[in-house]
């Protein structure tokens, strides 16, 4: 064989293999790169983080009780106090003598008391000799009655026993209404004992008003006063009026903020894990105790229902979670997350959330029967956006039409979401392939169109690519 035919032939082999290339690299142009993921059965959980700060269910700010300077401070910050321990004290002299004056007048009304009874046992005694004198009287009365009567005696003897008699009588009532006075004196002098046994009352009311007292057991977590200030009371000067506060720590929460878009799923005694910044490493272990209803300005905390600016904001919910074993290590106000567990599903069918889409399924139809090309009737009519009622959310699922790979659009009910997977309640089985993204690619994605698996990550070189 000449040169030349061999020439013309090498020459003939090229011009189609270029051929060829050129009808792959055409078909290939026309094909879309899509990643794709499966259909597969997990665990899911979904849960809404809030953060917040740590705080005691219980906490009280001891306040002063009684004007003057502090006389001594018994704890300090940090300290553990028991139920009625004493904390602090005021200054004391005056109602501390008003107290002893007052049980000096107690005491003297006691001795008037004792005296008054006396008397009354000395009257009643009267009384009694008064009624044995008249008894006596009243027999000789008679007996002078009855020898008068036999002209015994003389009239003026008989005169004389019942003179005497009379006079017994009158006595006898004379002493008794002695008795009544002395009871009454009596009974004045206890009453007197009585109002000074409740001034004393008062009296020591006040001097107890001097002392600081821890309403239950708790941990001092603020003692913003010194010994030798004066405190005053009442709640128009609170930075003098407060000694400590003290915080009930057997009970423990976290006070956190929810975003208003999750709060919907957040219900009482849901399980909650939560993490304290200054404790890295540890959770503990809690439930829901209080969800608001109260919407919170996030710039400012302040309710919406207070708030007399524009409320066109970002808003929070409070949500309140009681730790199931409260440890020594938290203190109040230390930095805490929540993650609340607002459901659990196991064994759930999941799927990526970014391959969720919302289409209008009469058109991805039409899209489908078409190669992902509409037909030129129905052209104008796909220019006009699709109303919202008309949208409903699916996927894309991979599906082999004579030996073309096309993405076609499913209707999906969803349920559960977790972070990254959500719950597919029906439209697709275990082992279905979908189109996961890319996010361009999918926000123009069409029924029908050919696809071509690239599962290289984002943004990869073309090393890794190829």
């Not at 189609?16 to 142009?29: F, N, P, V």
């Not at 957040?266 to 919407?295: I, M, S, Y």
């Not at 078409?370 to 009519?381: R, V």
């Not at 956006?385 to 096309?406: C, F, N």
Request: aromatic share 4%.
């Amino acid at each position: 064989m000449s040169r030349k035919k061999i020439l013309l032939i090498v020459l003939g082999i090229l011009i189609l293999g270029g051929i060829i290339a050129g009808t792959i690299l055409r078909s290939q142009s026309s094909v879309t790169k899509v990643a794709t993921g499966k259909v597969v059965r997990q665990d899911l959980v979904s849960i809404v983080n809030g953060t917040g700060q740590i705080k005691p269910k219980t906490y009280v700010n001891v306040g002063a009780t009684a004007f003057g300077r502090i006389t001594h401070l018994y704890v300090k910050e940090g300290d553990h106090v028991k139920a009625g321990q004493l904390v602090a004290t005021v200054e004391s002299e005056q109602p501390a003598s008003a107290v002893a004056a007052q049980r000096a007048t107690i005491a003297s009304s006691k001795t008037d008391v004792e005296s008054s009874a006396a008397a009354e046992r000395t009257a009643e005694a009267n009384v009694e000799q008064a009624k044995a004198d008249l008894e006596q009287k009243k027999f000789d009365y008679d007996r002078a009655k009855a020898l008068y009567g036999a002209q015994l005696i003389a009239k003026q003897d008989f005169d004389a026993k019942k003179a005497a008699y009379d006079v017994s009588a009158a006595t006898l009532q004379q002493r008794i209404a002695a008795v009544a006075q002395t009871k009454a004196q009596t009974a004045s002098a206890r009453g007197h004992v009585e109002q000074a046994v409740a001034t004393l009352r008062g009296n020591d009311y006040n001097l107890g008003l001097t002392q600081s007292r821890a309403p239950f057991d708790a941990l001092v977590t603020n003692v913003p006063v010194r010994e030798g200030e004066t405190v005053v009371v009442g709640i128009q000067n609170a930075e003098g009026s407060t000694l400590m506060t003290l915080a009930d720590m057997s009970v423990i929460t976290a006070e956190v903020k929810v975003d208003e878009t999750d709060i919907v799923n957040v219900a009482l005694n849901q399980p909650v894990d939560v993490t304290v910044d200054a404790l890295p490493g540890r959770v503990f272990k809690g439930h829901v105790t209080e969800v608001g209803d109260q919407a919170l300005l996030r710039t400012t905390g302040i309710a919406t229902s207070q708030s007399t600016t524009g409320t066109e904001e970002a808003k929070d919910f409070k949500v309140v979670v009681t730790l199931d074993q409260p440890s020594d290590d938290l203190r109040p106000g230390l930095s805490a997350t929540a993650k609340v567990t607002t459901a659990h599903r196991a064994n759930a069918l999941t799927i990526p959330i970014q391959a969720l889409v919302q289409r209008n399924p009469d058109l991805e139809k039409t899209l489908a029967a078409n190669g992902g090309k509409l037909p030129s009737g129905t052209a104008q009519a796909a220019t006009t956006p699709p109303a919202k009622s008309q949208l409903v959310q699916g996927v894309y699922i991979l599906k082999t039409d004579h030996k073309k790979l096309r993405a076609v659009f499913v209707p999906v009910t969803t349920g559960v979401t977790g972070a990254t997977d959500i719950e597919v309640l029906s439209g697709l089985q275990p082992g279905d392939e979908i189109v996961t993204g890319r996010y361009k690619i999918l926000r123009a994605l069409k029924s029908g169109t050919l696809v071509k698996r690239d599962n290289t990550p984002e943004g990869g070189s073309e090393a890794d690519k190829s």
